[in-house]
């Protein structure tokens, strides 16, 4: 008789054993009509092959975790609360513009002045964060976060007592900086489950960040007030004057986020935060004068962040890593069951250069200049957006490590200009300026990766690169018409050869698609250039020629979709 019919493996049992004087155990002679036919033999046989078929297969997905298809239902949770943190770099886009300058009671006039200098830099950023989430449907995600970031990152414009316009003084003990320290925001998000386990996602909303403008008036500019139309020996008080805003602002941005293992989700954001103009005021008693000198000027703040960050979701796990979805039960997608093979792909993102000028000496008519005391450097840096191309082979060489080889090329486009800067020490009027340009860049680097689950690689990666870029200066000013300085602009260029050095996430989509979220920082080394301007025969036929180093250093924070060749 049948004892059991179970449904893994159609397990189906009779009791054939017989007794010795032939009857079988249930009290039927053997041969009967009511005995074991033939056909029952054949079935309880075929039961026996597929039993033992369904084992065979169940321990070879057991012993090859990496190498097969995961089951291809599981239940999708992301509701509820979650908490994390973020590492990454934080890049200030400011901008500095005097808008009015009084001296004694007397305003001065901005026409012809260079009235706006960059203030752009990066600097390293810890952002805890915390939100919850709502699964509205089987593919979509909505929910609310709140983060705080932590960062110390100050750009410091050497040589300016003051505002952009009448600051300038050329001495090294003279400063204008703009230093950025917290930063919050409050945000809605929306994200797309592109499988259970990864989840692409957009995010915006409001944010603040703390602000603190320093003027230094430390040098003997400063002290014996050369501002002044008469030299007076007491100094301008106070030496140093410190101006700080928390501006409130908009936020948008997205980011992939995917599970790892259990409750704990890897994530990868980019965020642009635009914080509008804060109007600051620096105010300085001049001693034998009846009014103070007092600039005004506004701070044009805006920042780009990027962090990569790990969090716990409470409760129940949002996904088996890597299953399909529930209403994909039927027809399941094909997973991705190796990751060895070639692969080519198109990444979106950003390039921050933290770029120095120094000046490294400075004649006239072929004799050496003295730079004691000057500012001789400057910084020249920039954010720009970046499109890259990339392509690899991947090599699994053990079922949870994976080594490989790639390359790409980078097209972005981005100026830092400096106005009023031209040989560093002629007077700051427009048409003088100093700029620097970094347009395309490409490495070839090794990667090796270790997959946390069969559809996730956490990898590490580093090589050579190589960055484009362009240094100008350009004399166009009234100052240097009236002198005749010539030519009247110098453009030189520069292909660095450098190393890269990073790391990211990538996750299998499907079969063949690959995203991936990567960070990566660069140094190219120091590059040097040389200026040189004659006067015009009416004022002396003098030539001036200064000779500057060039340092840059890049981070670039790249999103990408590949797809895997078989």
Sequence with gaps: MIKDIGMSGLRILFDVSETPSGVRSNGVRSGSRYGCAPWRRGLALAGLVLTFSGSVQAADLNAAPFTKAPPPVAASSWTGFYAGLGLGFRTTADELTTTSSLFNGSPLDLSGAAVTQPFSGTGFRANPYAGYNWQVAPRWVVGIEGDVGFGDQAVKLAGFSSSPAFGFSGDAADSMSVKTTWDASLRGRIGYLVTPSTLLYATGGAAWQHDEVTSNCLSSTCSETGIAPAVVTNSTTPAVVTNSTTRAGWTVGGGIETVLWGNWLARAEYRYADYGTAPFTISRAVPGFESASVDNFDARLRSHLASFGLAYKFGEPAAAAGAAHPFEASEPKAAMTSWSGVYAGLGLGARASRTDVDVVSESFNGEAGDLTGLATSRPFDGTAFRAN????????????????????????????????????????????????????????RGRVGFLVTPATLLYATGGVAWQHYEFSSNCVSEGCAFFGLSPAVINQSATKLGGTVGGGIETALSAHWLARAEYRYADYGRSSFTTSRTSSPDTGSQTIADVLDVALRTHTVNFGLAYKFD
């Design 389 to 444: 191309p990339y392509a690899g082979y991947n090599w699994q060489v053990a079922p949870q490590w994976v080594v490989g080889v790639e390359a790409d090329a980078g097209i972005a486009d981005q100026t830092t200009t400096r106005g009023g800067l031209v040989n560093f020490f002629i007077s700051p009027e427009q048409g003088e300026s100093i700029a620097v340009k970094t347009t395309w860049d490409a490495s070839l």
